[in-house]
């Protein structure tokens, strides 16, 4: 249960940051505000899935992740009327995105790789 609650704190750590990334551009370098919130948001969705799957292992969650974030950026070349309308809500936008971009998905997989390498030195030997 510690486990857990620690991916799911580390999570909003990752979720605020995301967001102030987005929100404040201008006070960061153009390298990072431009590719920060994407990895970032990888990055929750794999302490997400770690949090839920605290016994599978980190190989687990770095693939369900990746599939995950390349379901949603695939998910934005479909632009019916309907899936739009939720992509016009703040939320359906940071959730589902608005269009879809290659270069998303090597920020993923970096975000995902970043997060992968962290949770391994931190919990070196440690299912």
């Known amino acids: ?3 857990r609650m620690v991916y799911l704190a580390a999570a909003v750590v990752v979720i605020v940051l995301g967001l102030g990334s987005r929100k404040f551009p201008d006070s960061l370098p153009e390298f990072i505000s431009s590719n920060a919130g994407d990895a970032l948001w990888a990055i929750m969705i794999y302490l997400g899935v770690r949090a839920i799957g605290i016994n599978k292992s980190r190989g687990f969650a770095a693939g369900v992740s990746l599939i995950f974030c390349f379901a949603i950026e695939f998910s934005q070349l479909y632009q019916a009327d309907w899936i739009n309308s939720i992509r016009s809500t703040l939320l359906g936008a940071l959730v589902l995105g608005k269009g879809f971009l290659f270069v998303d998905l090597v920020r993923y997989t970096v975000g995902i790789m970043i997060a992968f ?8 030997g440690v299912r």
Not at 117 to 124: A, G, M, N
């Open 117 to 124: 390498v962290v949770d391994r030195s931190i919990h070196r």
């Open 1 to 3: 249960m510690k486990a």
